[in-house]
């Protein structure tokens, strides 16, 4: 008998046939709405594998219902969504798809960096708006790119491809992370910071840190002081690493210049969420790895990961 798979969201025809190839698949036949509660935690019952994706909330609740579950195949790289010790201690494999997007994610962290330093959008509607009368010497000014101070928080395959963008502008590079990266100090010529003399002295402070405990709100009011006025912060890893209520006092209080946002405490974004009312926020719909090459490769490796646990081979990115 085949293994029973559930994929929680409408994946491209090649990947689901090449699944349907060894596994007995069911799927939720929608792409932008999300798939119920009561449906996921029914149809993961029964199910050997379930290749899902970040909107999908894994806790101990709905893995305490599955009988069969050997694996939980999730289509991106960060996991805070999947409850990894209640999966470990059920003997259930978790997997995810590192590599594929780096470089992508990487591309669009440094085109939010540059939206925000030279306030694309809102010169963008400037524009269409019709307030374009004259050109004039401060007018839409921004933050120069080229010769700034960049500090990484959370150096892993992600920021070093951000690192290789950012010596194209002759950028400064501080990092910080838990350990310390000496290789990449060397190769790529940066230098490691504490967090605290990373605010004070980057231009741009990018976020790039996995979401876990131990990141929730690292950066909140008190970081938030410690950033030059001028200052800009990206964030393209999770919503939760930043305090958004610290961030909208932070910037309403003009404690730094503007945040580039590609993800949020809580997605999708309410419309009447207090940061979409300041001109100096760029926000982003949660794209970092939304290129067709690089979500198809995404799927694939997902795909991969799935068949190899459900076939009793070792996937090539277990988790747990
Ligand atoms: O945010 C996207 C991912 O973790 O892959």
Redesign the pocket.
């Known amino acids: 008998m085949k293994p029973k798979v559930y994929i929680t969201r409408k994946l491209n025809d090649r990947v689901v046939k090449k699944i349907e190839e060894a596994c007995e698949v069911k799927m939720w036949e929608e792409e932008e709405v999300e798939i119920p509660r009561e449906i996921l935690m029914k149809e993961a019952q029964e199910v050997d594998g379930l290749l899902c994706m970040?909107t999908e909330n894994i806790d101990d609740e709905l893995l305490s219902c599955t009988r069969n579950l050997k694996v939980v195949s999730n289509?991106?790289?960060?996991?805070n969504n999947i409850d990894i010790t209640a999966a470990k201690n059920r003997g259930i494999t978790v997997t995810?798809?590192p590599g594929v997007?780096t470089e992508t994610?990487a591309d669009l962290t440094f085109t939010l960096l540059m939206a925000t330093a030279r306030r694309i959008v809102e010169s963008s509607d400037y524009l269409r708006k019709g307030k374009w009368e004259t050109w004039s010497p401060m007018q839409l000014t921004g933050q120069d790119i080229h010769g700034a101070t960049l500090g990484i928080i959370g150096m892993g395959r992600i920021g070093e491809a951000v690192i290789k963008r950012a010596k194209g502008f002759d950028m400064n590079i501080i990092y910080h992370n838990r350990n310390r990266k000496y290789d990449i100090e060397e190769e790529l010529g940066v230098v490691y910071a504490g967090l605290d003399e990373l605010l004070r002295d980057s231009d741009f402070a990018c976020v790039l840190t996995p979401y876990t405990s131990e990141t929730h709100h690292l950066i909140s009011e008190r970081e938030f002081s410690l950033m030059k006025e001028t200052s800009v912060l990206i964030n393209t890893?999770?919503g939760g690493i930043v305090d958004e209520e610290a961030l909208y006092h932070a910037l309403k209080k003009k404690e730094i210049w503007a945040a580039g946002l590609d993800?949020f405490e809580q997605e999708p974004l309410p419309l009447d969420h207090p940061l979409l009312a300041l001109p100096n926020v760029v926000t982003l719909p949660?794209i970092?790895?939304a290129s067709i090459q690089t979500r198809l490769k995404?799927a694939d490796l997902a795909a991969e990961n799935l068949l190899r646990a459900v076939t009793k081979q070792t996937p090539e990115h277990v988790v747990v």
């Open positions: 970040l289509m991106a790289v960060g996991y995810n798809t997007l994610t890893a999770r993800v949660h970092g790895s995404m």
